[in-house]
């Protein structure tokens, strides 16, 4: 792999999210957390999430869940192209509705989900330099290879911190 460049965080530019899979399947409501910030599921995450939808595991009912709410925010008259508004948040949900050719490093086997997320996400960041681009995952081998393609990532960590909810009786 080539070393990427370096990724900075500019506060002035608008945050768009790329999910990865696991998040969704660790917490369903994620989807509502980024405040006034969009976010983008690619196409091989729902492709994922049908996969891991049968059972009675706690991933399998998050799964579930997830496919509910999107099912929910999915009307008739959505527009797609502009995104859809998500309640408990100021930021819009997108899909990936075409596909986006980016090419990957040669040792980057083509066909796995990872890789087909980390080209989404450097193809949206060359797509639209006016926002940061986010790719955010569980898993540490992604988001390490992330960095090292010059994608900022993020690890989900809503679940590390204390809401004022927590400390009521």
Known sequence: MSAGKAVANDPQKPRLYILDTNVLMHDPASLFRFQE???????????????????????????????????E???????????????????????QTAAYQQALPEDLAGGKADNEILAVTLALQNRHPEKDVIL???????????????????????????EDADLLY
């Open 37 to 71: 910030h969009d976010i983008l599921l690619p196409m091989i995450v729902l492709e994922e999430l049908d996969q891991h939808k049968k059972g009675l595991s706690e991933q399998a009912r998050n799964v579930r869940q997830v496919s509910r709410r999107l099912d």
């Open 73 to 95: 925010l999915l009307t008739d008259t959505a527009d797609l192209d502009k995104g859809l508004p998500l309640p408990y948040a100021q930021g819009r949900l997108f899909f």
């Open 136 to 162: 955010v995952s569980k898993d540490i081998n992604l988001r390490i290879k992330g960095r090292t393609l010059g994608i900022r990532v993020e690890d989900y960590e809503n679940d590390r911190a204390l």
